[in-house]
């Protein structure tokens, strides 16, 4: 089969999986592959490493992992890509939900980027959605979990159905996954009414003033919100009700839950002395924002070794990798390629065999072979893998597309 005939069996393939089946819909790549020229770009650019390239073109090898964040739609030099929608009633990372967004668990919503679209405007739709349905239950108590753009909203909304609400957070701030936007990225949303009577009006705006409105709203409003909250259990009971298991925190006793924990999950911690330093991060947004300074890069795998990299390359930084294992470990064949030339010309540090004992405002103490050994710092990055969120669904009983 030639590139243009596979390209409209996909199509075609696609558009039968749509009409043929009722399962919810997802955005997905399609790539036309009489276009495509194999530049590897939208493979590069997937952050859920989705993309893959077979037999010199690009196709989307992983569905199961893709959320439709659409960059590699963008990243294609030819625009060989287009985003489609197909049915995702089989992902096995997709929870099955009505459409007031409910689980197979009574009572149980889960809304936003955790229910299958990459967007900020469906976060927002779908909290609608879900406390609707509540408004009509009127229970007693609403935990809401998670202060990204969906969990805001439902908090919102909770308060304008004078429904009695929590938003539990792990982090110290809200705003989930624009966070960890790159400064200044300009967000594509759609004009979109919110609780309240809010709004965002405009196609797009910066990241920072798309935190700026959520900050203005939450203390206009006073939406309740727990941080440093870390949901680790939810537990249902007999009657229907359930008890939330924080991490170092009582439980939270309610009748209904609105999970909005995103998909990138919990950063995994080191748990030392230290940790809990402003200087301490789980994620490089900005490389350009860290200059002269003294860099202690945790971990061996590809984010961390990209972020070593990146924060090699800024005026004046010293960078250091420390990994308990004695060479990197799967990380992608360019990313080694690279990493061998920046520790051949001494851009980057690693200290193998290395473990973090304590962080304070000016150092790193670190246990190696040799002994533990001190250096100054000012700035730790920790990639060390993280938790993510579907064990804690599982947990609670609810279903997944396949089951
Ligand atoms: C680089 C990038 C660019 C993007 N650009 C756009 C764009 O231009 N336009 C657009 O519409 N969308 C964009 N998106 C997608 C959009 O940001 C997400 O779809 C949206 O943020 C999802 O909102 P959410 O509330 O479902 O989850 P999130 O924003 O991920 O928030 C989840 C929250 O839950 C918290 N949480 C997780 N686990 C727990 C736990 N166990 N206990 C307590 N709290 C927990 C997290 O800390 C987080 O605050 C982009 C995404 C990325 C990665
Ligand atoms: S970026 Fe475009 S041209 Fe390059 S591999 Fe992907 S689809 Fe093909």
């Given at each position: 089969m030639n590139k243009q005939n596979k390209s409209v069996q996909q199509t075609r393939n696609l558009a039968e999986t749509m009409s043929s089946s009722p399962g919810p819909l997802g955005d997905h790549p399609l790539v036309?592959?009489?276009?495509?020229?194999?530049?590897?770009?939208?493979?590069?650019?997937?952050?859920?490493?989705?993309?893959?390239?077979?037999?010199?073109?690009s196709e989307l090898i992983f569905p199961g992992k893709c959320v439709g964040h659409a960059v590699c739609r963008d990243a294609c030099p030819v625009e060989a890509i287009t985003i489609t929608q197909?049915?995702?009633?089989?992902?096995?990372?997709?929870?099955?939900?009505?459409?007031?967004?409910?689980?197979s668990v009574p009572n149980l919503f889960i809304i936003g980027e955790l229910a299958g679209q990459a967007l900020i405007r469906v976060a927002i739709n779908d909290a609608f959605k879900?406390?609707?349905?509540?408004k009509k239950r009127n229970p007693k108590h609403v935990a809401i979990i998670g202060a990204g753009p969906g969990g805001m909203t439902a908090g919102m909304a909770c308060k304008e159905a004078n429904l009695t609400y929590t938003v539990l957070e792990q982090n110290e701030h809200f705003g989930g996954t624009i966070?960890?936007?790159?400064?200044?990225?300009?967000?594509?949303?759609?004009?979109?009414?919110?609780?309240?009577?809010?709004?965002?009006?405009?196609?797009?705006?910066?990241?920072?003033?798309?935190?700026?409105?959520?900050?203005?709203?939450?203390?206009?409003h006073n939406i309740q919100i727990q941080f440093g909250s870390k949901?680790?259990?939810?537990?249902?009971?007999?009657?229907?009700?359930?008890?939330?298991?924080?991490?170092?925190?009582?439980?939270?006793?309610?009748?209904?839950?609105?999970?909005?924990?995103?998909?990138?999950?919990?950063?995994?911690?080191?748990?030392?002395?230290?940790?809990n330093l402003e200087k301490v991060a789980y994620t490089l947004i900005d490389a350009a924002a860290f200059k002269k300074s003294k860099v202690l890069?945790?971990?061996?795998?590809?984010?961390?070794?990209?972020?070593?990299?990146?924060l090699s390359f800024q005026e004046g930084n010293e960078v250091t990798i420390s990994y308990r294992q004695d060479a990197f470990g799967r990380i992608k064949a360019r990313n080694q390629e690279r990493i061998d030339q920046y520790l051949k010309k001494g851009?980057?540090?690693?200290?193998?065999?290395?473990?973090v004992t304590e962080i304070d405002e000016t150092s790193v103490t670190l246990s190696?072979?040799?002994?533990?050994?001190?250096?100054?710092?000012?700035?730790?990055?920790?990639?060390?893998?993280?938790?993510?969120?579907?064990?804690?669904?599982?947990?609670?009983?609810?279903?997944?597309?396949?089951?």
């Open positions: 036309n592959l009489s276009l495509c020229i194999g530049c590897g770009s939208c493979v590069d650019a997937c952050p859920e490493h989705a993309m893959g390239l077979v037999e010199g073109h197909a049915d995702q009633s089989t992902r096995s990372d997709i929870p099955v939900l009505n459409p007031s967004k409910e689980s879900s406390v609707a349905e509540l966070n960890h936007y790159p400064r200044r990225k300009l967000v594509m949303t759609a004009p979109v009414e919110l609780p309240l009577g809010e709004k965002l009006s405009k196609l797009e705006y910066r990241k920072e003033k798309l935190l700026e409105f959520w900050t203005e709203w939450t203390s206009k949901v680790n259990a939810i537990q249902v009971h007999e009657d229907g009700s359930f008890t939330i298991t924080l991490e170092g925190k009582e439980p939270v006793q309610c009748d209904a839950v609105i999970l909005a924990l995103g998909r990138r999950g919990s950063p995994r911690k080191l748990n030392v002395p230290g940790e890069i945790v971990g061996g795998g590809d984010s961390a070794v990209e972020a070593a990299m990146a851009k980057i540090k690693v200290i193998w065999n290395s473990s190696t072979p040799e002994g533990s050994i001190t250096l100054k710092n000012d700035e730790v990055f920790i990639f060390a893998g993280g938790e993510l969120p579907f064990p804690l669904l599982k947990s609670a009983g609810v279903k997944f597309g396949g089951e």
